[in-house]
C-alpha cells in the first residue's frame, strides 16, 4: 500500500512506544467509564432503598436448580425490614471481581431488582454464582436450617462497618448462660455462650413425642442428668462425678430463629423425618412458658419477650426427596404470603396452620424454621 501524501511514515522504533501509550489511555478510559459506571449504581441503589421494602407486592424467586431451600432463607431475610435496613448500609466492594464474591452486595442488587422490577419473580442466579465460591452449590438438596447459618455467617464475616456487624448480632443473636454443677460437691462452672438458632426437640429422653411448641422450649431449657459414660471431671473432686447441666436464658434478639429438629437419627444411622402434629401459636410470650430458674435476666430484658409470628420455612418430602417453601407475613402489609419459588401468594392464618405436620402425612408439608419477631422491641 502506498503512503498518504502529506504524512511522513513513522519511525518503527515508535511504533511500540505508541502502542503502549495508547493501552494506556484505553485503560485510562475505561477505568473512568467503570468508576463512572460504579457511582451511578451507587446513586441508584441510595434512591431505590429510601422506600419501603417490596412496596409494590412481594415478588418469588425462579428455582434455578433446586434452590427451593435458598429461594425460602432469602426471601425469609429479604422480607426482613430490620435486615434490609442494614443491608442498605453496607460498604460497596470498590472493583467489579469484589463485588462478584461479595454475599451482602449480591444480596443487595437482588432485592433491588425485585424492588424495582414489575415481574412476578427474579433470577438469584448471580447470588447463587457468588455462593457456589463458597460451597454453597446449586443442584444439591440444602438443609434449611443449615443454610441459613452459613448465609448468615458469611454475611457478617464480609460486612466493613464494625457498627453493622453489631446491628447484625443484636438483631439475631441468642445469648444463654450455661451451668454445670458436680452433684458430689456442689462446684459449679458458667458460661455465657451465643446462638443463631433455639434447636428444639420434638422427642424427650425416652422418644416420647412433645405435643406443643411451648412443651419443646421447656424441655430444651429442662437440666440434664450427666451420669456414667457422660460423667464430668470435677476440679474439686479430682476424679469424674455425675453433673446436673443447664441453660438459662439471657437475651433475646429482635428476631428469633427456632428450629424444630424435624429430622431424627435412629440406631442404624437411618434418618428419618418426625412428620407428628406440632402446634405452634402466632404469639409467643417467653415469661409464660420458662420458670424463673430457667431465666438469667432482669425485668426489663424480659418485659420485651413477648413474639408474634413473622415466618415459617416448611419442608414437604422425605429426608432424600423434598421441597421448601415459606410463608411470610409482609411487615409492611401485615398479610401472610406464601413463597414457592416464583409462585406468590396470599394465604390466611388457617393456610400456615396446615404447616403443623400430621403423623399419617410423612410426605406433608411441616414446619421447619419458625422466625418470630419481638412485639415491643426495646
Given at each position: 500500500m502506498g503512503q498518504r501524501s502529506g504524512r511522513q511514515k513513522r519511525s518503527k522504533k515508535l511504533e511500540p512506544v505508541l502502542s503502549e501509550t495508547m493501552m494506556t489511555e484505553a485503560e485510562v478510559r475505561n477505568d473512568k467509564e467503570e468508576v463512572k459506571e460504579m457511582k451511578t449504581k451507587d446513586q441508584r441503589l441510595t434512591s431505590v432503598f429510601g422506600v419501603a421494602d417490596l412496596k409494590n407486592g412481594a415478588i418469588g424467586l425462579y428455582n434455578i436448580g433446586q434452590s427451593c431451600c435458598l429461594n425460602s432463607v432469602l426471601q425469609v431475610f429479604l422480607m426482613n425490614t430490620h435486615f434490609t435496613g442494614i443491608l442498605r448500609?453496607?460498604?460497596?466492594?470498590?472493583?467489579?471481581?469484589?463485588?462478584?464474591?461479595?454475599?451482602p452486595y449480591q444480596m443487595l442488587l437482588l432485592l433491588e431488582e425485585m424492588q424495582c422490577g414489575k415481574q412476578k419473580a427474579v433470577s438469584p442466579i448471580a447470588l447463587a454464582c457468588c455462593l457456589s465460591v463458597y460451597r454453597v452449590k446449586l443442584f444439591v438438596q440444602h438443609d434449611a436450617a443449615h443454610l441459613f447459618l452459613t448465609l448468615w455467617n458469611l454475611i457478617k464475616r464480609q460486612m466493613k462497618k464494625p457498627e453493622l456487624v453489631e446491628e447484625l448480632n443484636d438483631l439475631y443473636t441468642i445469648c444463654v448462660q450455661e451451668h454445670l454443677a458436680c452433684q458430689k460437691c456442689s462446684f459449679e462452672t458458667k458460661r455465657n455462650s451465643s446462638m443463631l438458632t433455639l434447636p428444639l426437640p420434638l422427642l424427650d429422653s425416652n422418644s416420647h413425642m412433645l405435643k406443643t411448641l411451648e412443651a419443646c422450649l421447656?424441655?430444651?431449657?429442662?437440666?440434664?442428668?450427666?451420669?456414667d459414660h457422660n460423667m464430668c471431671f470435677c476440679e474439686q473432686c479430682g476424679r469424674k462425678t455425675p453433673f446436673l447441666q443447664s441453660m438459662k436464658l439471657v437475651h433475646l434478639p429482635q428476631t428469633l430463629t427456632i428450629h424444630l429438629k424435624r429430622f431424627s437419627f435412629e440406631k442404624s444411622a437411618y434418618i428419618h423425618k418426625l412428620s407428628h402434629y406440632l402446634p405452634f401459636s402466632e404469639d409467643l410470650d417467653f415469661n409464660a412458658i420458662l420458670t424463673e430458674n430457667q431465666c438469667q435476666a432482669d425485668d426489663k430484658e424480659k418485659a420485651a419477650w413477648q413474639y408474634e409470628l413473622f415466618?415459617?420455612?416448611?419442608?414437604?418430602?422425605?429426608?432424600?426427596?423434598?421441597?421448601?417453601?415459606?410463608?411470610?407475613?409482609?411487615?409492611t402489609e401485615c398479610k401472610w404470603y406464601c413463597f414457592n419459588d416464583s409462585e406468590v401468594c396470599k394465604v390466611s392464618w388457617d393456610d400456615v396452620k396446615c404447616t403443623y405436620g400430621h403423623s399419617k402425612l410423612h410426605w406433608g408439608e411441616t414446619a421447619y424454621l419458625l422466625i418470630y419477631m419481638k412485639k415491643h422491641p426495646q
Open positions: 448500609r453496607i460498604t460497596v466492594p470498590p472493583y467489579p471481581a469484589q463485588q462478584k464474591n461479595d454475599v421447656q424441655y430444651f431449657f429442662l437440666p440434664e442428668e450427666l451420669t415466618a415459617v420455612v416448611a419442608h414437604s418430602g422425605s429426608t432424600s426427596c423434598g421441597h421448601y417453601c415459606a410463608y411470610i407475613r409482609s411487615l
